[in-house]
């Protein structure tokens, strides 16, 4: 049975567990033994102490029932006894079990053959207290009898028996403390010994509320968000809720509830969104009734609103970087997604996104603020729910040693959003600077990217680039890894470019690229030559991948020796923390290389640098069942040691991957026909010298390509005014079927838009082609999907074409010319078009407007009045839009 004792305003049950956790425990009493009867002596008279004190009592097995109270479970089981007098109205008692034993406690007054049941209490579970208030008189004798519930075993324990002091002052919330609220945790010193269960608020509903509850109340910031968090003193296991109330008096709202969030099993609570300049307050207790000091602070605390990915700030992409101001304090660690593989990161991270614009060129960077030392990382993502793909990432390539990315179309794809970790190196927090920019619009982007291998500028150095008849501008790398300029090009611009030197800079680590879409037009470096570099006409079509990205791989045909200078890491970063594996500094300067085994067996290569002082380093992935860019998985071979001279693979190797300090010998793989493999060779020494491959092909194993179902030769796509039309050639083919034309979708998938029949077995070139009547407004993505006989399928490159309204049909005709020049323009309005004449130099040598009819028009210049040379023809609509260019000589 249950009893209620009137406690003034508050009532209290018998049943109220008090887990009283102090650490002011003293070490028991000597002197006090229970017994197997009841009785009032000497020897079984426990003292009331002025806090909690705990005694011997153990109940032995000789012990035997001698009494069966009523109530709380209680039986005619073995019964131990002892005794106390009442010092005061108010007393706690406190059995606390040595092992897992649920004990049962009854107290009574009166002798022992006439006693009457004053309380009584059910621990509830083996290894609970039994813990009992009392409203005691004082000078009173109180018998206790504590029995193991249900059994008759012994079971051994301790008896704690006290006063009630004085409540704290805020023992209810009309006299809550008031909590000051920082911007870091400042602790203020609290305890609920002698606090009563406050009766009107909701109870929390976590952490074994049992009673014992103090009251602290705050003014919620202007942020709307708080945190709020206790420390451990002598109490250890906290119980916290936060409540919103109409006033202390009034009526409550539990808001939250939290048991051990906090350090160890205290308290800590990050607050939903709650309303600026109101008051609200926090409840504290011990769990299951404990009793003890501790700590507590409130601090504007809660997470930036880009705690995490859902909450990302959607970065406006602009054609400069133009920094805004962000912080990362207080933001917490995104756990469900991978740590990245750059820098130290101890979370503490910030999240941000961004959609590809139709170029896929994209460039982040955080220069030097008030935090100097961060890190970065993208994701693709089809949801900010995940999954998550580590894309890119960077701690130091940037000014100053700060981040810095710059994405290519080969990682991006247009439409879709990509996310952005920032960090604090070592989990610092604080403010920084970020800023993210892509290319003007322009028919087409050249991208300049700037390398110093050691990250301390190219001094006076630069690279001078002239678009057109406009200035030359020069670009240079102030003092970072890599910079970058996106310089926008109207088809049927000449693009020249030159390096200078300027006197300074260790050109030994100086290198660049001009990129343009998926490859490189050009590049030079360590130690670039001087002068005119490149001139070209720009035509928009992109330039083959370079074989430094593994969208740009050589195909392995015959065994035969490969010899290759690796002088970049490409324009994209392939490796990373999940598929690297041993190569620890990721790319370096290296080239990418498949193959497929048209027989099985055992392959082994030796890779020999022509430096022999060089250290070469080299991963394979596979086997696939066709070919994907970059891997997604780790190698099944690999080799990082640091010893120059030869490596490779060995039939006398016995470890598939090689540790810096390892050896440079991996062991050979066995192979099966038609597997695809990836091949990476990276000299780490950086040092632009060559190397040579010879394999080492036993058990039958051969790499003769003739075998593969296809050996491809290229996609090529250009506008015509039925459309786009794609061509491609095969060298040889080998039960071919057919070619699925695919074409990428708004949301970045590629779908079948058509088929091509293959010519099924071939030992000579065949030429394909394939119109789309359709096409996409804008750049369009094309692919091949190569598809054999027996249904096995890969996929080649894509391809990037732009389609517009009004096109050519037909070329410039004469050519040569000596007095004027003709073509037809199919257009889908009548407007006005401007045409313009450049010379070699890029020049402007005669430029007329014209009004054009809707359809198909002849269009004839007068150029009788150039020189004898090479002229380019440019046709503009009259917003600037590129519609026509093409080349003619003047005799």
């Known amino acids: 049975m249950n009893f209620t004792i009137p406690m003034g305003p508050r009532t209290l049950t018998r049943t109220t567990i008090l887990v009283l956790a102090f650490a002011v425990l003293l070490t028991p009493v000597l002197g006090q033994t229970a017994t197997n009867a009841c009785g009032y002596n000497v020897g079984n008279q426990y003292a009331v102490n002025a806090s909690c004190s705990f005694q011997t009592f153990n109940k032995p097995t000789s012990f035997t029932n001698t009494y069966t109270p009523t109530g709380c479970g209680a039986s005619a089981v073995d019964d131990a006894w002892g005794w106390f007098t009442a010092t005061s109205t108010s007393t706690y008692i406190t059995f606390d079990p040595n092992n897992a034993d649920d004990p049962i406690m009854s107290v009574f007054t009166g002798a022992c053959g006439s006693l009457t049941q004053v309380g009584c209490v059910d621990a509830g579970g083996y290894g609970f207290n039994a813990n009992l208030t009392l409203t005691t008189v004082i000078g009173t004798n109180y018998m206790i009898r504590i029995e193991k519930h249900g059994l008759n075993s012994s079971m051994n324990g301790r008896l704690c028996i006290w006063n009630l002091p004085p409540p704290p002052a805020n023992d209810e919330p009309c006299s809550a403390v008031v909590l000051d609220i920082y911007d870091n945790c400042s602790l203020t010193a609290a305890t609920n010994a002698s606090a009563t269960a406050t009766v009107g608020p909701p109870p929390p509903g976590c952490a074994n509320y049992a009673g014992g509850d103090v009251w602290f109340q705050f003014v919620a910031p202007a942020s709307g968000m708080i945190r709020v968090e206790t420390g451990v003193g002598t109490l250890t296991d906290s119980g916290m809720a936060l409540y919103s109330a109409t006033a202390c008096a009034g009526t409550f709202a539990l808001i939250s509830c939290d048991d051990d969030s906090g350090t160890g099993n205290m308290s800590l609570i990050l607050s939903p969104s709650i309303i600026p300049g109101n008051t609200y307050y926090i409840r504290v207790w011990g769990y299951g009734g404990a009793f003890g000091s501790f700590n507590i602070c409130a601090t504007n605390a809660g997470p930036p609103p880009n705690d995490d990915p859902c909450g990302a700030i959607s970065l406006s992409l602009?054609?400069?970087?133009?920094?805004?101001?962000?912080?990362?304090?207080?933001?917490?660690?995104?756990?469900?997604?991978?740590?990245?593989?750059?820098?130290?990161?101890?979370?503490?991270?910030?999240?941000?996104?961004?959609?590809?614009?139709?170029?896929?060129?994209?460039?982040?960077?955080?220069?030097?603020?008030?935090?100097?030392?961060?890190?970065?990382?993208?994701?693709?993502?089809?949801?900010?729910?995940?999954?998550?793909?580590?894309?890119?990432?960077?701690?130091?390539?940037?000014?100053?040693?700060?981040?810095?990315?710059?994405?290519?179309?080969?990682?991006?794809?247009?439409?879709?959003?990509?996310?952005?970790?920032?960090?604090?190196?070592?989990?610092?927090?604080?403010?920084?600077?970020?800023?993210?920019?892509?290319?003007?619009?322009?028919?087409?982007?050249?991208?300049?990217?700037?390398?110093?291998?050691?990250?301390?500028?190219?001094?006076?150095?630069?690279?001078?680039?002239?678009?057109?008849?406009?200035?030359?501008?020069?670009?240079?790398?102030?003092?970072?890894?890599?910079?970058?300029?996106?310089?926008?090009?109207?088809?049927?611009?000449?693009?020249?470019?030159?390096?200078?030197?300027?006197?300074?800079?260790?050109?030994?680590?100086?290198?660049?690229?001009?990129?343009?879409?998926?490859?490189?037009?050009?590049?030079?470096?360590?130690?670039?030559?001087?002068?005119?570099?490149?001139?070209?006409?720009?035509?928009?079509?992109?330039?083959?991948?370079?074989?430094?990205?593994?969208?740009?791989?050589?195909?392995?045909?015959?065994?035969?020796?490969?010899?290759?200078?690796?002088?970049?890491?490409?324009?994209?970063?392939?490796?990373?923390?999940?598929?690297?594996?041993?190569?620890?500094?990721?790319?370096?300067?290296?080239?990418?290389?498949?193959?497929?085994?048209?027989?099985?067996?055992?392959?082994?290569?030796?890779?020999?640098?022509?430096?022999?002082?060089?250290?070469?380093?080299?991963?394979?992935?596979?086997?696939?069942?066709?070919?994907?860019?970059?891997?997604?998985?780790?190698?099944?071979?690999?080799?990082?040691?640091?010893?120059?001279?030869?490596?490779?693979?060995?039939?006398?190797?016995?470890?598939?991957?090689?540790?810096?300090?390892?050896?440079?010998?991996?062991?050979?793989?066995?192979?099966?026909?038609?597997?695809?493999?990836?091949?990476?060779?990276?000299?780490?020494?950086?040092?632009?010298?060559?190397?040579?491959?010879?394999?080492?092909?036993?058990?039958?194993?051969?790499?003769?390509?003739?075998?593969?179902?296809?050996?491809?030769?290229?996609?090529?796509?250009?506008?015509?005014?039925?459309?786009?039309?794609?061509?491609?050639?095969?060298?040889?083919?080998?039960?071919?079927?057919?070619?699925?034309?695919?074409r990428m979708n708004a949301q970045g998938a590629f779908e079948q838009i058509g088929a091509v029949a293959a010519a099924g077995a071939s030992n000579n070139m065949n030429s394909y082609a394939f119109l789309d009547e359709q096409p996409l407004s804008g750049w369009n993505h094309y692919r091949l999907m190569l598809i054999d006989m027996d249904g096995s399928s890969e996929a080649t490159d894509a391809v990037a074409v732009m389609h517009r309204s009004e096109f050519v049909n037909g070329a410039l005709y004469p050519d040569p010319a000596s007095d004027k020049i003709s073509f037809q323009l199919a257009n889908s309005i009548s407007e006005q078009v401007t045409l313009s004449i450049f010379d070699a130099s890029g020049r402007l040598t005669q430029r007329e407007t014209r009004g054009l009819g809707e359809g198909s028009t002849q269009v004839t210049m007068m150029v009788d009045a150039l020189d004898p040379g090479s002229y380019v023809l440019v046709v503009d609509d009259r917003a600037g839009s590129f519609l026509y260019t093409g080349r003619f000589m003047v005799e």
Not at 710 to 718: D, S, T
């Open 318 to 742: 602009t054609s400069t970087c133009t920094t805004d101001t962000y912080s990362s304090m207080n933001a917490t660690s995104t756990t469900s997604i991978p740590a990245p593989d750059c820098g130290t990161y101890s979370g503490n991270d910030v999240w941000f996104s961004f959609v590809a614009p139709a170029s896929g060129l994209v460039t982040i960077q955080t220069p030097i603020a008030v935090m100097t030392n961060l890190d970065m990382a993208v994701y693709s993502a089809s949801s900010c729910s995940g999954p998550f793909t580590l894309i890119a990432c960077d701690a130091s390539s940037g000014p100053g040693s700060m981040p810095f990315m710059t994405l290519t179309p080969l990682e991006l794809i247009a439409g879709q959003t990509y996310y952005v970790r920032v960090w604090g190196n070592y989990g610092t927090t604080g403010l920084f600077d970020l800023c993210a920019n892509t290319a003007p619009i322009a028919d087409c982007v050249y991208v300049l990217r700037m390398f110093d291998s050691q990250g301390d500028g190219w001094g006076s150095s630069n690279v001078s680039v002239q678009v057109g008849a406009g200035p030359a501008v020069s670009y240079t790398n102030t003092n970072s890894d890599q910079e970058v300029a996106y310089i926008p090009v109207t088809t049927g611009d000449l693009i020249q470019l030159a390096y200078n030197t300027g006197g300074s800079g260790n050109q030994g680590e100086i290198s660049y690229i001009l990129q343009l879409q998926y490859g490189m037009a050009y590049s030079d470096g360590p130690t670039p030559g001087t002068g005119s570099r490149y001139a070209a006409i720009a035509d928009c079509q992109s330039a083959p991948p370079l074989n430094s990205d593994c969208y740009g791989h050589t195909a392995i045909c015959n065994a035969q020796q490969i010899s290759s200078n690796p002088s970049n890491t490409g324009l994209t970063a392939d490796l990373n923390v999940n598929n690297r594996d041993c190569l620890g500094s990721n790319e370096r300067q290296g080239t990418w290389y498949s193959f497929s085994p048209s027989a099985g067996g055992t392959v082994a290569f030796t890779i020999a640098p022509t430096n022999t002082n060089d250290d070469y380093d080299f991963a394979i992935w596979g086997p696939f069942v066709s070919l994907s860019c970059p891997p997604r998985v780790q190698p099944m071979r690999c080799n990082y040691s640091g010893t120059t001279g030869n490596t490779g693979l060995a039939t006398t190797a016995s470890n598939p991957s090689e540790s810096a300090s390892g050896s440079k010998w991996s062991s050979a793989m066995t192979v099966a026909a038609g597997e695809y493999y990836i091949l990476y060779i990276s000299n780490w020494s950086r040092s632009g010298l060559a190397f040579d491959l010879t394999w080492q092909l036993t058990n039958g194993a051969s790499l003769d390509c003739t075998l593969l179902p296809v050996e491809f030769l290229g996609l090529n796509g250009y506008p015509v005014p039925e459309g786009i039309n794609l061509e491609w050639s095969t060298a040889t083919e080998h039960n071919s079927s057919q070619f699925a034309v695919e």
